[in-house]
């Protein structure tokens, strides 16, 4: 069956341009997560949904990140104005239900390079 | 609040040799934790997780790690290393109370198999 995936795999961007990066979870889950995985580091929480409600954005880092699951499927995450530092991998997973104990599966992730 | 610590960024084995992979957890509330392991350009992959069940845990790959709550450790193993066993390593902790589920990770360890 299909995993997460995500597009697009790589994305350059000038810095002040906006961004938006999609993830398509695997159908049927419920929870939705985004990270950010900064070169060296490990992913860190960006935000999370379950369906369509956005339940938490603790980690989003700025108000210039933005991210929307309109019908509890696809997502996208936008980055307005982007910046240097915004420069990273940003990881899509899913899980199938709200308990923590279960699995997140995640995308390939995309890669953004902001010159 | 929740944290992990992966103690070195990088370990060298033998082909052959055991590996060892140490993580240490600290979580407020009874943890969930979990090894991923990342290969290049691709996203995050499940090995084994912890969910208040057993406390060794096997998974993919020949891949073990026993949790130790005395010592808020949760190490994975491996008695044998095989060079496609060459990857990064991210061990996390999620929480069993309520609220988002949001993986907390370490910031990766590095394994490299020598022929």
């Known amino acids: 069956g299909a995993g997460v995936s995500q597009s697009p795999r790589y994305k350059v961007a000038k810095r002040g341009q906006d961004v938006a990066l999609r993830c398509d979870p695997i159908s049927g889950h419920v929870s939705l997560f985004w990270y950010q995985q900064a070169l060296g580091q490990g992913p860190e929480f960006l935000t999370y949904f379950q369906n369509e409600a956005q339940l938490d954005k603790s980690g989003l880092p700025s108000d210039r990140f933005f991210a929307e699951r309109p019908e509890g499927s696809v997502s996208t995450l936008k980055i307005q104005r982007t910046q240097q530092e915004d420069s990273a991998v940003y990881l899509c997973?899913?899980?199938?239900?709200?308990?923590?104990?279960?699995?997140?599966?995640f995308g390939p992730g995309t890669r953004l390079t902001v010159l | 609040a929740q944290s992990v610590t992966q103690l070195g960024s990088h370990v060298s084995v033998s082909e052959g040799a055991l590996v060892l992979l140490r993580c240490n957890y600290s979580?407020?509330?009874?943890?969930?934790l979990f090894w991923y392991v990342q290969y290049p350009n691709q996203g995050l992959q499940l090995l084994l997780k912890?969910?208040?069940?057993?406390?060794l845990v096997k998974g993919i790959n020949g891949f073990e790690a026993e949790f130790k709550k005395s010592e808020t450790s949760f190490h994975l193993t491996k008695p044998s290393a095989h060079m496609s066993d060459a990857a990064e390593y991210f061990c996390a902790v999620t929480h069993s109370g309520a609220g988002s589920y949001q993986l907390t990770f370490g910031k990766g360890t590095k394994l490299s198999v020598i022929p």
């Open positions: 979580s407020s509330v009874p943890p969930y």
């Open positions: 912890y969910t208040s069940a057993a406390t």
């Open positions: 997973a899913s899980s199938l239900s709200t308990s923590g104990g279960n699995e997140q599966f």
